[in-house]
């Protein structure tokens, strides 16, 4: 009888067991940052940019977002809410 496990999820959890193991992994935020950094998804995909002088229209894919909205979804994208409290808490915040 082997010790190895025989399918994905006896194997991952015999990978989850091993300790530090973990620590050899990079953190998916770092990673994704490295990643965006790294990486120009719309010049991947063949899209040509433009210089926008028509306004905010949707098709053209709204308005660009100033650096501190961008670190204002960081932060927010990674914790769970309630997204009433917090279209509430937005709206107090702007009035």
């Known amino acids: 009888m082997s010790h190895f496990p025989n399918n994905r999820r ?3 959890c015999a990978l989850a067991s091993v300790p530090g193991l973990r620590l050899l992994v990079p953190a998916p935020q ?4 490295e990643i965006s950094q790294a990486r120009d998804v719309i010049q991947e995909l ?8 028509a306004g905010t229209f949707t098709f053209m894919t709204g308005s660009l977002m100033p650096p501190e909205v961008m670190a204002a979804i960081q932060v927010a994208s990674r914790k769970y ?10 709206g107090r915040s702007i009035a």
């Open 10 to 12: 006896s194997f991952l």
């Open 30 to 33: 770092a990673a994704a940052q």
């Open 46 to 53: 063949g899209v040509r940019s433009f210089i926008n002088a």
């Open 81 to 90: 809410v309630r997204l009433e409290e917090l279209h509430d808490a937005v």
